[in-house]
Nanobody, 115 residues
Framework: QVQVVESGGGLVQAGGSLRVSCAAS????????MAWYRQAPGKQRELVAQ???????NYADSVKGRFTISRDNAKNTVYLQMNSLKPEDTGVYYC?????????WGRGTQVTVSS
């Protein structure tokens, strides 16, 4: 059974920084892609950033230059460093871990940016 658990969310003032983490676990797990999504109240879930097993990254335009995604393949863990946070970054941040056959989602971690 695969488990995906996010951590590190919280409340921060605009202009501040926060790092969220996500760890995937499971027997024989081989993850190809790890990604962060977010969902603001009343809005659809959107892709924030993703990273492949060889380190290639992709970011939403709204976070380029402010957020950095990284991963530790040995630990099946992905991180999202968020700097210069804005109130519009507020939302529940979800981690998705992709293998050759399936996608696995965590339950999310709340990030709130106050103005």
């Amino acid at each position: 059974q695969v488990q995906v658990v996010e951590s590190g969310g919280g409340l921060v003032q605009a202009g501040g920084s926060l790092r969220v983490s996500c760890a995937a676990s499971g027997s024989g797990l081989k993850i190809t892609l790890m990604a962060w999504y977010r969902q603001a109240p009343g809005k659809q879930r959107e892709l924030v950033a993703q990273i492949t097993s060889d380190g290639s990254t992709n970011y939403a335009d709204s976070v380029k230059g402010r957020f950095t995604i990284s991963r530790d393949n040995a630990k099946n863990t992905v991180y999202l460093q968020m700097n210069s946070l804005k109130p519009e970054d507020t939302g529940v941040y979800y981690c998705r871990s992709t293998t050759w056959s399936n996608n696995y989602w965590g339950r999310g971690t709340q990030v709130t940016v106050s103005s």
